[in-house]
């Protein structure tokens, strides 16, 4: 949510203060996207606005005029004097009128920072070799900075999908309104790649208070099952549509047993394929069970082989649909010479909500 300002002194709603080399391309290029897609209005430097080796008046005026200053400490941060000259401008600022500071320790440790150890010591010993500067301003500025509450990003190890099979839980604690979510957004846009599914989830808490969690989940299920998620083998794809469209709620041995006229041995495979992507799980009771927006996908992929003439699809599981095909006779030749499966049970005059699901050469 974009913070907006009742005073015309103020142009900006955040200053990026960053080592260009380490994040432009990667960190800060995605949180300077989120913050932009958030309704913020953010200065970014341009190269073009870097002159000499010291800081440029048009930069001072930026960080002067901005609401919130946001410090990308990376690696080789130290190792630019720019960036350094910006920190103390803006901790100076910050001092002067309140500027809101807020650090972001990008694969550096808050220590190293504080008290120049690790790369900061040694870009900062290169600097006094280099520069006839009073490195004292900087060096207090860095110890500023790190005194200050902010995040942390040591190591992407925690959120490699490569260092194992656990899941990775990752925090960001801060006070209400200072970016957390920009922040988790930003992370998220640099890792979604690396899943064969994900999913970005806002407000978690009042959502859920609003409209449940089932609610929640469902948001989930349908962005990372949506049907061009599904990413199947063509017959275990075809067992999991056999399943969601006939065989919700039945005991996994009856389900085992009708579909072997269809796949064979091959089944129980397809079916382990199907648990071991969670799209199905098997109940205390040896049921096969899964969410109402799984069943929902898979009756939607097998309707859209043919929207209006049910008879030309492989599975019928609505009443009336049953009901139209066996009394218009409408069953295609192309079904009739292969295999289909149909939930039905008739009664005298009338179908049954649940019915008998099986398969028919």
């Excluded at 992929?301 to 599975?315: A, F, L, M, N, T």
């Amino acid at each position: 949510m974009a913070v907006t300002s009742t005073s015309r002194a103020f142009i900006y709603d955040v200053f990026l203060n960053f080592r260009g080399s380490d994040t432009r391309q990667g960190f800060t290029g995605y949180l300077h996207k989120a913050l932009h897609d958030s309704g913020m209005h953010v200065f970014i430097d341009d190269e073009g606005l870097k002159c000499g080796e010291r800081i440029t008046p048009a930069l001072v005026e930026a960080i002067e005029k901005s609401k919130i200053a946001i410090t990308v400490l990376s690696t080789n941060y130290a190792s630019s004097s720019f960036c350094l000259d910006e920190l103390a401008t803006i901790l100076d600022c910050s001092q002067r009128r309140g500027l809101l500071v807020l650090p972001v320790f990008y694969k550096v440790l808050p220590g190293h920072v504080r008290h120049q150890q690790g790369s900061y010591g040694e870009a900062l010993a290169r600097l006094e070799e280099r520069y006839d500067h009073d490195m004292g301003n900087w060096k207090m500025a860095l110890n500023q900075v790190a005194d200050r509450s902010g995040f942390t990003f040591n190591d992407r190890k925690l959120l490699d999908v490569g260092c194992g099979d656990g899941v990775h839980l990752i925090g960001i604690h801060g006070m209400g309104g200072v970016g957390k979510s920009t922040l988790a957004r930003a992370v998220y846009n640099l890792i979604t790649d690396q899943f064969d599914g994900s999913c970005f989830l806002q407000n978690v808490r009042e959502e859920s208070n609003k409209h449940g969690l089932k609610h929640l989940q469902s948001i989930i299920l349908s962005q990372v099952l949506g049907m061009k998620e599904i990413n199947l083998a063509k017959e275990e794809k075809s067992v999991f549509l056999d399943i969601a469209c006939c065989f919700k709620g039945y005991k996994l041995s009856e389900v085992e047993e009708k579909l072997r006229a269809l796949y064979d041995n091959c089944m129980k495979y397809h079916i382990g394929v199907l648990f071991e992507k969670s799209l199905i799980k098997i109940s205390h009771d040896g049921r096969v069970t899964f969410h109402d927006l799984i069943e929902d996908i898979g009756k939607e992929i097998d309707r859209q082989q043919s929207p209006r003439e049910p008879g030309k699809r492989r599975r019928l599981w609505l009443q009336n649909d049953i009901i139209q095909v066996l009394k218009d006779n409408s069953v295609s030749e192309k079904l009739m010479n292969g295999r289909f499966l149909l939930q039905q049970s008739v009664t005298t005059q009338r179908f049954r909500s649940r019915g008998r699901q099986f398969g028919a050469e």
